[in-house]
């Protein structure tokens, strides 16, 4: 009678440790959705290049669309405030292009994006003579910038400017 206490309470030990172990092994990707190919680990969603959010539901690039009153101190123009616009490069997941740069320019500047970071590569948008390049980052609604446009009249650094959304 006592061999049998003691497997009884033996066997509702065992029972309860696998009930224990078993119950707590939930999936905590089980109600976590990863768009854009992100990947689940441990609830949260990896993101690949390009995409961000919770669920990777944004390109990282869609962040500095907008339209951007710019202020822009250089060397040979001074201080420039003007408006540009920048939008989607279509079929380029890095690329956007940029509207109205340096209020100088009638066709698209392009620029590569890599996280917060935006880069100007040496271009002739406007195939004059004239061109651009540079770099910033951005920071909540605002890109702080460096450029310059060579060629034409000469080169002008815009080592300081602010573009604010």
């Known amino acids: 009678m006592l061999n049998r206490k003691l497997l009884n309470s033996i066997f509702a030990i065992l029972a309860a440790t696998i009930l224990m172990i ?4 939930t999936d905590p990707c089980k109600d976590t959705t990863c768009l854009n190919g992100g ?3 441990d609830g949260s969603c990896d993101c690949p290049t390009g995409y961000q959010g919770d669920s990777c539901k944004y390109e990282t690039r869609s962040f500095f669309y907008g339209t951007y009153n710019v202020q822009a101190t250089c060397s040979s123009t001074g201080i420039n405030n ?4 920048i939008s989607e490069v279509s079929g380029d997941l890095f690329k956007v292009r940029i509207a109205n740069f ?17 880069n ?10 004239r061109i651009v390049s540079g770099s ?4 909540g609604n605002v890109i702080q910038m460096s450029y310059t446009v060579a ?3 000469g080169t002008d ?3 300081q400017s602010t573009w604010t959304k």
Do not use: E, M
């Not at 100007?120 to 003579?129: K, L, R, T």
């Not at 910033?136 to 920071?139: A, C, F």
């Open 22 to 25: 078993t119950g707590s092994c």
């Open 39 to 41: 990947t689940c680990i």
């Open 82 to 85: 003007y408006t540009c616009n």
């Open 102 to 118: 340096a209020n100088s320019f009638s066709n698209y500047v392009t620029a590569t994006i890599n996280g917060n970071l935006i």
């Open 120 to 129: 100007i590569a040496s271009q002739s948008p406007d195939n004059d003579g």
């Open 136 to 139: 910033g980052s951005l920071s």
């Open 151 to 153: 060629g034409g009249s």
């Open 157 to 159: 650094v815009c080592d």
